[in-house]
Nanobody, 114 residues
Framework: QVQLVESGGGLVQPGGSLRLSCSTSINSFSSYDMAWFRQAPGKQRELVAYVTSGGTTITVDSLKGRFTISRDNAKPAVYLQMNGLKPEDTAVYYC????????WGQGTQVTVSS
């Protein structure tokens, strides 16, 4: 059974930074496009960024310049560097394949507040 384990969240002040990590037991991890998603209270889960199997990174337009995704196929793991955090970034953050193929993990809570 594939496990997705997110970590690195926490409480941060506006303007601060966090680096999220996602460790996984996905076989053939390097062949998957991997992504970060987030779900704020009362809202649907939304895509934040993804990295293709070839290493191309895409961040959704509204988060460009602040959020950067990366991957390490050797571990295997996927990361999300978040800078310039805003209160509206408060959410539970999840990783999965871009298509959400595997069971969702518990996510990691990010709270941006002064």
């Amino acid at each position: 059974q594939v496990q997705l384990v997110e970590s690195g969240g926490g409480l941060v002040q506006p303007g601060g930074s966090l680096r999220l990590s996602c460790s996984t037991s996905i076989n053939s991890f390097s062949s998957y496009d991997m992504a970060w998603f987030r779900q704020a209270p009362g809202k649907q889960r939304e895509l934040v960024a993804y990295v293709t199997s070839g290493g191309t990174t895409i961040t959704v337009d509204s988060l460009k310049g602040r959020f950067t995704i990366s991957r390490d196929n050797a571990k295997p793991a996927v990361y999300l560097q978040m800078n310039g955090l805003k209160p509206e970034d408060t959410a539970v953050y999840y990783c999965n394949t871009l298509g959400g193929r595997f069971d969702w993990g518990q996510g990691t809570q990010v709270t941006v507040s002064s």
